[in-house]
């Protein structure tokens, strides 16, 4: 398959699966987990060899039909997934690319990453006075839901690596 048809491919997918988080995902939560495969989509895609520059397009479009969804500040939601994207893809160069394990592990990290972004700049925009809504939750809740929403990303990420491996680099 040559790059254009893989370009197509992983556009087409990346937006079902936006709209899949969007409809549905939205809905069902467990409190404080943040459920994300549009991130799972673009983490896959930066582990299978995808850089950033390439997959920067679809994850400014993503971030912004997500941002436009999420109820938050405009802004915060596509920021954080654009610099999970982009610190994924610098920690690429660091970390080995070798097996699904390591999967695991570039998931969790920009789950993390992601989930502590997005905290962090709702609380930022608080205290500015740009945001009403404070969000200061018990800090235990944070890294718990952190964590439910890194273990539904990496359940998430390992649905779409076996059967889109071959398809969904860029």
């Known amino acids: 398959m040559n790059s254009k048809w893989n370009k197509?491919?992983?556009?087409?997918?990346?937006?079902?699966?936006v709209v899949f988080q969007v409809s549905f995902l939205g809905r069902w939560k467990i409190p404080d987990a943040y459920f994300n495969p549009a991130l799972a989509?673009?983490?896959l895609n930066i582990f299978l060899g995808g850089r950033f520059r390439e997959v920067a397009g679809?994850?400014?479009?993503?971030?912004?039909?997500?941002?436009?969804?999420s109820g938050l500040g405009f802004g915060i939601t596509a920021f954080s997934l654009i610099l999970t994207v982009w610190l994924a893809d610098?920690?690429?160069i660091l970390l080995p690319r070798k097996s699904i394990f390591h999967f695991f592990l570039f998931i969790i990290l920009s789950s993390i990453i992601f989930n502590a972004s997005i905290f962090s700049l709702m609380n930022l925009s608080f205290f500015v006075g740009i945001y009403p809504n404070n969000l200061s939750i018990n800090i235990l809740s944070f890294f718990i839901g952190t964590?439910?929403?890194?273990?539904?990303?990496?359940?998430l990420g390992i649905l779409f690596?076996?059967?889109?491996?071959r398809w969904i680099t860029l």
């Open 161 to 165: 690596y076996l059967p889109f491996k």
């Open 147 to 155: 964590l439910w929403g890194a273990l539904a990303n990496v359940v």
């Open 90 to 92: 610098l920690s690429s």
């Open 8 to 17: 197509i491919i992983f556009t087409g997918f990346l937006l079902l699966v």
């Open 58 to 69: 679809a994850a400014l479009a993503a971030s912004l039909i997500l941002d436009a969804f």
């Open 41 to 43: 989509v673009l983490i």
